[in-house]
């Protein structure tokens, strides 16, 4: 896998470092770290030897102290082990650990507080559209997705299908998460017809015919295994009255369509509205996380209608979008940015569309999607 020039800046203390299976989590950590001593517990038997033996960790470490780095890969197989990880980095803060891992529910299970803030927290995501450069296609981006593992495929469209069955397996049925594996697999079939949609887990509980409390488990067992997010409504100074619910999202928008059933009935504009909002969605979390400043991504939506499709808020500033996939901008798909603006001045309004152009519309901007997508990198303004 081809690490190209990933914009994720590692830190020189001990960290974690989450991201979905095929964000190149692996690859990235042999490139940065060469000569650091690599301990992959996707290895069967390495798993074993440190489920039986945590404290082994203890004997490499001691056997090799005039090694810096560590590098505990896919650390949630052995959670045990952050105890280990605990004690040595205070025995000796020249030691630097980078634990990574694709899913958060056994630390989070086993009661473990992330080393009780002794190891910074970062993400890797899929790629941005900067970090491909000139072989960034916006259509192929929206059928397959950003995910190293599919990017950088043979046969993307044959590794898409498999993406989620391997990860099931790996991570679902492996782990012993739940009992009826085809429930959770139609389950995940229905959720992703809610994609960047406020989630309405009775609609979910009845189209798949379990109860509501299972769809919401269901729904943290995705976020836990960083295949999903929930997008929270704005909520600052609340002048009006606006939907609560969270929004639903599939973490990659290849992951979202191969997931989702489609036929001949199917609405194909909304379909690819929802594809293309994904794609924006996912580098907007990039470009956050990513960034020397804090902000969070939300959405706006009143109850009247008007929708602003993503806000970011925080250090780093204070943007609304809207997303058009259209080639012309009507009056009317500025409404909600109009109305935001009344309520939050401060905020900078800027409209996506399918254009060519760059421009001004009163004190809207207005990007073509591609344009802003490849140009979007972290600490600099997203217009």
Not at 42 to 69: C, S
Not at 142 to 168: C, F, N, R, W
Not at 279 to 302: C, K, M, P, V
Request: neutral net charge; aromatic residues 10%; glycine residues 4%.
């Amino acid at each position: 896998m081809s690490i190209l020039n990933r914009l994720f800046e590692p830190s020189q203390k001990s960290y974690f470092l989450f991201g979905p299976r095929g964000t190149g989590k692996s690859t990235l950590m042999r490139a940065l770290y060469a000569d650091a001593m690599i301990i992959d517990l996707l290895n069967p038997e390495l798993e074993r030897q440190f489920r039986a033996h945590p404290n082994r960790l203890k004997d490499i470490v001691y056997a090799n102290k005039k090694q810096k780095v560590f590098v505990i890969d896919e650390v949630q197989k052995v959670p045990e082990l952050l105890s280990i990880v605990h004690q040595l980095i205070e025995e000796n803060k020249y030691w630097q650990f980078i634990l990574t891992g694709s899913s958060a529910r056994k630390l989070k299970r086993s009661g473990v507080d992330l080393l009780a803030g002794r190891a910074q927290l970062k993400h890797l995501h899929p790629f941005m559209a900067t970090e491909l450069g000139k072989s960034f296609s916006l259509q192929k981006a929206l059928s397959m997705g950003m995910l190293p593992l599919i990017v950088d495929s043979v046969d993307p469209m044959e590794d898409l299908k498999t993406y989620i069955a391997l990860y099931m397996r790996e991570e679902v049925i492996q782990e012993g998460i739940i009992r009826k594996i085809d429930q959770f697999s139609h389950f995940l079939e229905v959720a992703s017809l809610s994609q960047a949609s406020p989630i309405n887990y009775s609609n979910i509980a009845r189209d798949c015919m379990i109860s509501s409390k299972t769809v919401e488990s269901f729904v943290q067992i995705l976020e836990d295994l960083l295949l999903s997010f929930r997008l929270p409504a704005f909520r600052k100074k609340v002048k009006r009255n606006i939907i609560q619910s969270a929004k639903f999202y599939y973490f990659d928008v290849g992951v979202y369509k191969s997931i989702r059933p489609s036929g001949p009935l199917d609405d194909t504009l909304s379909l690819n509205g929802h594809a293309l909002e994904t794609l924006i969605a996912q580098h907007l979390r990039a470009w956050i996380d990513y960034s020397n400043q804090d902000g969070e991504l939300f959405y706006w939506q009143t109850k009247s209608g008007l929708e602003v499709d993503f806000v970011i808020y925080g250090e780093i500033g204070f943007y609304a979008f809207e997303v058009k996939s259209s080639s012309q901008i009507r009056s009317k798909d500025l409404r909600a940015l109009h109305e935001f603006k009344k309520d939050y001045p401060e905020c900078e309004c800027i409209v996506l569309y399918g254009g060519n152009e760059r421009i001004m519309i009163g004190d809207i901007l207005a990007i073509p999607i591609e344009q802003f997508l490849i140009k979007l990198k972290p600490n600099s303004p997203p217009n």
